[in-house]
């Protein structure tokens, strides 16, 4: 799952930082003092406050399951929708809209067995033909689904249907209303946990059917239905009461989508919770702030990198991309920028994978190497690169001080003048693809437990998400072993292997693995978010008192 860029995070802390210093109804001298009570109103916004989750977020730019590829529209698209299966609290595969399933034929064919009581919104029974039409839908080359090949890839048949060269997935198929059978290509550890993905989610063919903004009134199969989407204001979601899981949290979820700094909202006492960004970090973490009671900490199982275009000149030389990388002290850009509140990153796999290496030998900073590497490399020194274009989400003016510090190295250790284009936040992995520059910023969170989510998905010759367009055989040749091989400690040594090959390849710049840092009033209950950055709202409560 691509991860909101981390620079979106920084700008907005900044912004909230300089909101701060203007506040024209502040007494002068007197100190902001944060709350943390909760709203008087018995309503808001029409609705009951009791039942209400109130928070602030982005607006997202679809609710299409096959289609949502960003954080911010995977948040509504993960409480409307649902799948086969889902990840539990402890990241582990658990039944959703199955039951059940048999994996038959040595691990190669699976058998679903749908819930009697599965049903969309509307009350109509989810079918097995509803399965296969939203599996065929999002593979179909007409819905461009930027993620099917990744997470749909291993059944059989689907590759030929991504292509145009069949009209149908051909391991796919409905037994009867209530049973459906899936064939993959191979046995796979990881291919049930990948049908937790979005992409995998259940439609209904008659919505769909209304056009390509369907989604704005979708009838979907999860624990909220949309209730109202007022563009540019706020979104309403509404507790499904026929919903075939747990019903017990709260009846509404009202976002209102960010005009101002989410933290002085949390402070204000107009939200219920609030991501810490860097620029509040500091401010929340001091021992005499109130605020520290109400924070919360996730590690994230995410890698932030800068990515190289290795399709095109200079950094399809190796040697060009090493020396960019020794170039770059990441440790410094870490205290820099996040004051050490993340982890720095030596490699790609993230603290809490499988396959993780605390010991991995990263790439180092080294100035002088770097400009001996480039000497060496086929164009033999900075003058003689082409132009070179750092593509990176901002919302215009300077880029953020990530990316600057950046660019700085590069001019300073390499004589290299980098130029930023920058993409609007919102829309910037949508638009990378056909934008991507020489160099680019780029974030991954795995979506399930296992190495092959990062590894496979970001690196492997030809795969959606490897915007640089890396290849290497060798590595390609490890990574498709990797797949079916049954022994866990040689898998996982597997990964390791080609985690240090794509280091010596200097595939991209590891920067860091992120942590969520999170703020909850104290009448808010049951809120948590998963390893994959995912918070489960249907179980949120609220204990406002009288």
């Not at 079918?127 to 039409?133: E, G, L, M, P, S």
């Not at 190495?451 to 959606?464: W, Y």
Request: hydrophobic share 40%.
């Amino acid at each position: 799952m691509r991860t909101i860029p981390r620079i979106l995070l920084l700008l907005l802390a900044l912004l909230a930082i300089l909101l701060a210093c203007v506040d024209v109804n502040q007494t002068p001298g007197a100190t902001q003092q944060a709350t943390a009570t909760p709203f008087k109103e018995h309503t808001v916004q029409g609705l009951p406050r009791s039942q209400t989750l109130v928070l602030a977020d982005d607006e997202p730019v679809t609710l299409d399951p096959a289609i949502a590829q960003e954080t911010a529209s995977l948040q509504y698209v993960s409480e409307i929708f649902t799948g086969l299966v889902r990840l539990d609290d402890s990241m582990r595969v658990a039944p959703d809209l199955a039951e059940r399933w048999d994996v038959l034929d040595n691990g190669t064919r699976y058998v679903f067995h749908l819930k009697p009581n599965a049903k969309f919104h509307s009350g109509r029974i989810v079918t097995a033909q509803d399965v296969v039409f939203s599996l065929e839908r999002a593979t179909d080359p007409a819905t461009a689904s930027p993620t099917a090949a990744t997470y749909l890839g291993d059944i059989v048949g689907v590759g030929d249907k991504l292509s145009g060269k069949a009209s149908k997935i051909s391991g796919l198929r409905a037994l009867d209303n209530a049973t459906v059978e899936i064939r993959i290509d191979g046995p796979k550890a990881y291919f049930l946990a990948k049908l937790s993905s979005p992409v995998a989610f259940v439609v209904d063919r008659d919505n769909v059917a209304k056009g390509s903004d369907w989604y704005r009134q979708p009838n979907g199969t999860g624990p909220f239905k949309l209730k109202e989407w007022n563009k540019e204001q706020d979104l309403v979601l509404e507790r499904n009461q026929e919903f075939y899981g747990q019903a017990t949290g709260v009846d509404y979820v009202l976002f209102r989508f960010l005009a101002g700094s989410p933290s002085q909202m949390y402070d204000n006492g107009e939200i219920d919770i609030t991501y810490v960004g860097p620029g509040d970090l500091d401010r929340v973490l001091d021992p005499q702030s109130p605020l520290k009671q109400d924070l919360q900490v996730y590690p994230e199982l995410t890698i932030d990198y800068v990515g190289f275009n290795a399709a095109k000149p200079p950094f399809d030389d190796p040697l060009v991309r090493r020396a960019f990388a020794m170039a770059v002290d990441t440790g410094k850009l870490g205290e820099m920028v996040h004051q050490g509140h993340y982890t720095s990153a030596k490699g790609f796999i993230p603290p809490g994978l499988p396959g993780y290496d605390p010991n991995v030998a990263g790439i180092p900073y080294s100035p002088d190497d770097a400009r001996k590497l480039l000497a060496q490399s086929s164009y033999g020194s900075a003058d003689k690169l082409p132009p070179i274009v750092y593509t990176a989400p901002g919302i215009g003016g300077d880029p953020s001080p990530i990316v600057s510090a950046m660019v700085e190295m590069w001019r300073a250790n390499l004589g290299v003048e980098v130029t930023v284009r920058q993409i609007q936040p919102d829309t910037y992995y949508y638009r990378l693809p056909d934008e991507v520059g020489n160099l680019f910023d780029f974030g991954w969170a795995a979506d399930y437990p296992d190495p092959e989510n990062i590894l496979d998905v970001l690196f492997h010759t030809g795969t959606a998400n490897n915007m640089g367009g890396y290849s290497n055989r060798q590595v390609d040749t490890l990574l498709e072993k990797a797949r079916t091989e049954q022994e866990v400690a040689q898998r996982l040594a597997m990964y390791q292997q080609v985690q240090q090959m794509l280091l010596d390849d200097a595939a991209a710049i590891s920067l860091w693995h992120g942590v969520t840092y999170v703020l909850v009033k104290p009448y808010v209950k049951d809120f948590a978010i998963s390893p994959s950055g995912r918070p489960a709202l249907e179980r949120v409560r609220l204990e406002l008192g009288t």
